[in-house]
């Protein structure tokens, strides 16, 4: 494999950032007088956008079948708090710009695709200080879908010239690696993202790791 380009999934993956949008579910619950849930439960519901973050937050479950009640005042809420509050409590996983520095140095061409939309994915990326490492970011509604699909990723190969069995998709959940697996992507997942009710088995990852630091010598000796 001559690989050209990595993508990156961000929560879960280059930042932990649940414990900021648990405070703004809840945020939107407590104002709705709506039942709040634990951070354990909201973050087995990350991965899918924040609409659907919501949804699952009003009805309780990871199954949606229609839109809730209140989840136009609920999404309203939601909106406004996380735009203020995304990097309370948000941090960067360990080894993140580190790594980042090392694959940029070894001249990999370096994107970030997300399910994020774009109005918390552009300022969160310049507050964590991950926008300088990245040659392209795409959000949730950059294209005309999102992770599982493998249209964000094909795209961004396109935008680089590189072809898809060039490219490896990193991230910590289903949506990620089948995204990575329905473009022709390698795969790599991390076990210490937001999994959420699947396992890594489940996800079946072409290689797994349990930190960001591994991936640089996983990409070396075995990519």
Known sequence: MALELIIFDLDGTLINSAPDLVEAVNHALTELNKPTHSQATIQQWIGNGADVLVKRSLVGDWHVESEPDDFEAAFALFKTYYAAHDWVHSRLYDG???T???????GFKLACVTNKTAR??????ETAGLALYFDFIA???TFEAMKPEPLPLLETAKRFNVLPENALMIG????????GKRAGFKTIAVSY????????????ADYTVN???????LIKNEI
Do not use: H, R
Request: negative net charge; glycine residues 6%.
């Open 139 to 141: 959000s949730g509604d």
């Open 96 to 98: 993140i710009l580190e």
């Open 120 to 125: 918390f994915t552009n300022p969160l990326m």
């Open 193 to 204: 993202g937001y999994a959420g009710q699947y396992t890594m088995a489940d996800l079946n």
């Open 211 to 217: 930190a960001m630091s591994e991936i640089v010598d």
């Open 100 to 106: 980042l520095q090392t694959l940029k140095n070894l």
């Open 172 to 179: 910590d959940s289903i949506n990620d690696i089948t995204a």
